[in-house]
């Protein structure tokens, strides 16, 4: 019995002694990998002379992180305010562009150029869209220094230009509201001295359709009460339409999100504008006017109106070619701004 006890735990060592040789050996730790951090050189594009070397930028810092580095030495320019790029007469540089994505070495040079005061979006369309408003009323109310001095503060007889100021009024407002409320505005920026252009136009036509329409001597549409009912059911149809299309692109991009859908039409038969253009808030828009110019039948309207339908189809155009170029599925039978058209 003692020797087959003894044998039957030999036996079990041996088995322990198997299965502890059978077991896998842990693997040794991995070894970190190792960083290679980049040298940044920052030139001024102009004089050339060396503003900010940057030691230990790490590979995965972003253009913005750059930007947000030369801030800190030179408070005066802020991000929004700086162009960086690789060549002197190269292209200015994404602010979402990686660093070793770049064609660049470890060491590599940033050539900066001051693109001036700037405004975010958000600020450039509310002035856009303000002036308008204001300077419209003042030419209804027939303020001094407009028209003669007879006139001051007097109102006209004829309905339809009491109509055309609150048609006018609606869209400034309903596109300032926009502004706040629905669209979602990049934080892009424009620069300042842009923004006298932009609101020039706006403003000058603005005041240059006010005053033929609110005169005292303007005479109203040549086929009467129809022409205008005409021209503010469709003045009415196409904001409607504007603001759907509006909201129906706010859906489509999540707060914050960077990602792209190909718009669709919703439930909102407003929307199935989306089945045949890809940028049905502009054709609405042209809709917008060109009702408007029916119901006022004004020549200033018409000259807004067309001038608007020329940029708005470049507008479109390119983001019609984006649309092709960014995805293969893009419907075809989409035209830009009109069905079939253009």
Known sequence: MDVLALEAKTGNAGDSDKKSSSRPKPKPPKKAKRIVYFEVEIVDLKTKEK?????????????????????KSYPNWYPARQSLRLDAKGK???????????????????????????LTWGTVFLTECVGPLIIYLMFYFHLPF???????FTSSKHWVVHLACMCHSFHYIKRILET?????????????????????????TAAWMAYYINHPLYTTPYYGQQQVNT???????????NFSIHVALRNLKQPGSKVKKIPYPTKNPFTWMFWLVSCPNYT??????????????????AFFTIVGFIQMTVWAKGKHYGYLK?????????SSILPFIL
């Open 284 to 301: 609405y828009e042209l809709g917008t006017w060109i009702g408007f110019t029916l119901m006022t039948q004004c020549v200033p309207v």
């Open 146 to 152: 407009i028209y003669s001095p007879k006139y001051d």
């Open 180 to 204: 706040m409320f629905v669209h979602r505005i990049s934080h892009g920026t424009m620069p300042l001295r842009n923004i006298f252009k932009n609101c020039g136009y706006y403003w000058c």
């Open 51 to 71: 503003l900010l070397l940057l030691d230990k930028v790490e590979p995965t810092a972003t253009v913005l992180d750059i930007k947000a580095l030369f801030h």
């Open 231 to 241: 021209g503010l059911y469709i003045f009415l149809f196409c904001q409607v339409g």
């Open 326 to 334: 960014e995805y293969r599925d893009y419907p075809t039978l989409r």
């Open 92 to 118: 200015c540089l994404r602010d979402e562009e990686i660093l070793q994505t770049l064609p660049v070495g470890t060491t590599a040079s940033f050539y900066f150029s001051d693109l001036g005061p700037q």
